[in-house]
């Protein structure tokens, strides 16, 4: 297992990391899986066999639930391995139940460690943008989470560009810690990130950690043209996350996963894998299964590393559009581009 730096920090975290959506089955999660404590304690113990050193939740997931799964088995390892949970949706009808106001962080912090059983959270990360709370609010609790030794590091999740920018920039300015890293979609599915989200971690110094790399199971090989899955699966479900815009785009891609799988004697899902991993400011993947097949499948991603034929091939079935301004750019600043730029660009300029 490889151990990458969470962007300008000292953490060091595997590139595979452990998700719990799956964990507790309750509500609308259960779309996405219903594993209990016993099958739990077997994947957690497959992730650390593996050299995996980070578990990533959340209070909302089927309303702490997973949290408390998460605490019960990790009772007595608990300095095993980091936790990384997440605050801002609903927990409640209150009106103070969702958000990230002081109130509303504060009270999530302490109900996320008595479900973790724990006296600190590794990685607090923000699950999604508040555009009413002013980030003055939200840095100075996150803040105080940290001095007060509840929270080692801040992250943000689901924000965009101006967004995570503008954040960073508060925390600049009033002297407040920065996020260290930033939860996202990315996949082969939507390279949608690649816009704005990876060429700003790169010129932050953000880590990145991509969470349904596998597109919702769209990128395991079982979605073609011609078949479908008989069940097992949460496209079968309400779970409408991610949306497919372009299902040509996604067959062509899942084509070439498939071919590139057959070719190395591996899952197009370790590929699909794989090809992030090889992504500019890309620090860990989280990964998450109904079963330890599907898990010890995807454990195996970190063992595989892709020529550089065959993630061109993937490039050109992926590739996203360049939107405007990016393809004004790429006639005419292609001689003042930043390594940040060229994450995006480089493939272009190269043309």
Known sequence: MEYRALGKSGLRVSVLTMGTMTFGGKGNFADVGSTDVAEARRQVDQCLDAGVNLIDTADVYSGGLSEEIVGEVLEGRRDDVLVATKVRMAMGD????????????IAGCEASLRRLRTDHIDLYQVHE????????????ALDSLVRSGKVRYVGASNYAGWQLMKALGTA???????????QIYYSLQARDAEYELIPAAVDQGLGVLVWSPLAGGLLAGRYRRDARPSGGSRQLTEWNEPPVYDPERLYDTVDVLVSIGADRGVSPAQVALAYLLGRPAVTSLVIGARTGEQLADNLAAADLTLSAQERARLDEASAPP??????????????RLSPADLTLLGPHIRD
Not at 129 to 140: A, I, K, M, Q, V
Not at 172 to 182: A, E, N, Y
Not at 324 to 332: C, E
């Open 94 to 105: 209150g009106p103070n139940d969702a958000g990230l106001s002081r109130h509303h962080i």
């Open 129 to 140: 943008w508040d555009g009413l709370t002013p980030l003055e609010e939200t840095l100075e």
């Open 172 to 182: 600049d300015r009033i002297g407040l810690p920065r996020f260290v890293s930033q």
């Open 322 to 335: 360049l939107l405007y301004p990016y393809w004004h750019q790429a006639k005419t600043a292609r001689d």
